[in-house]
Nanobody, 122 residues
Framework: QVQLVESGGGLVQAGGSLRLSCAASGSIFSINAMGWYRQAPGKQRELVARITSGGRITYADSVKGRSTISRDNAKNMVYLQMNSLKPEDTAVYYC????????????????WGQGTQVTVSS
């Protein structure tokens, strides 16, 4: 199976920075894109940033200019550098591998990590 493990979350002060990391492992043939999503209590999960295997990047308006997503396709890893953090950034951040092809399966599937908590204090 495919597993994703996030790391790098924690408690930071407003204005601080952190870098989230995610590694996808398993019998992976290819991954179309990897991304970061977040979910605050009582709110729906929302896209933070996404990057395709070809390097096309999408950012949420709320983090654009403060965040940078990058990836290492060879290692099936994705990173999210977040600067100038705000209390509104507090959420559980989830890594996603999108459009994953696994050998001997019928089609692409999305996989999600368990999430890492980011708390930004005011």
């Amino acid at each position: 199976q495919v597993q994703l493990v996030e790391s790098g979350g924690g408690l930071v002060q407003a204005g601080g920075s952190l870098r989230l990391s995610c590694a996808a492992s398993g019998s992976i043939f290819s991954i179309n894109a990897m991304g970061w999503y977040r979910q605050a209590p009582g709110k729906q999960r929302e896209l933070v940033a996404r990057i395709t295997s070809g390097g096309r990047i999408t950012y949420a308006d709320s983090v654009k200019g403060r965040s940078t997503i990058s990836r290492d396709n060879a290692k099936n890893m994705v990173y999210l550098q977040m600067n100038s953090l705000k209390p509104e950034d507090t959420a559980v951040y989830y890594c996603a591998a999108l459009g994953v092809l696994v050998p001997r399966t019928l089609g692409p599937t999305d996989y999600w990590g368990q999430g890492t908590q980011v708390t930004v204090s005011s």
